[in-house]
């Protein structure tokens, strides 16, 4: 399942009220777009791009840099920080606890258009945890 959550990506350890906010923004996009589906109970695959915007006060060169992904946003939020709070907001919702989540990536980018863009999707060990026949570990 894919859904999109419209706004600057935050962190748990974000001003508290604005993460819970946020999180709670998280829950809503996902209840939407995973409908009366129950919560899977095996292992989860979860991944987190993170669109953050891009500094008006930047240099018009360096801002059409970041729109390109020349520039990555490595001094705004830890994206495990984000990716944290995603997990957290989908536990009972996607999944029953975060503690599933055994398969993570996540990518920071700038952009016009912030957002997170969420995908998750239970764990398919020969897909997902294969390489030349091995299990990776």
């Known amino acids: 399942m894919r859904f ?4 600057e990506p ?12 946020y999180s709670q923004r998280i829950g809503w996009k996902a209840i939407g777009a995973w409908g009366d589906r129950k919560p899977m109970e095996e292992g989860v695959r979860l991944e987190v791009d993170m669109y953050f915007p891009i500094p008006e006060s930047w ?24 990716f944290e709070t ?3 907001a989908l536990a009972g919702i996607c999944y029953k606890d975060s503690k599933q ?10 952009s016009n ?10 764990i398919s060990l020969s897909r997902d945890l294969s390489f ?5 570990f």
């Open 4 to 7: 999109v959550v419209d706004g």
């Open 59 to 82: 240099p018009k060169d360096k801002r059409v840099m970041a729109g390109k992904s020349i520039l990555s946003p490595f001094g705004k939020y830890r994206g495990g920080n984000v």
């Open 132 to 136: 030349d026949g091995g299990i990776l």
């Open 113 to 122: 258009q912030p957002r997170a863009e969420i995908r998750v999707e239970p």
């Open 10 to 21: 935050m962190g748990s350890r974000s001003l508290e009220v604005w993460a819970k906010a």
């Open 101 to 110: 989540v055994v398969m993570g990536v996540f990518r920071k980018f700038y």
């Open 86 to 88: 995603v997990a957290d």
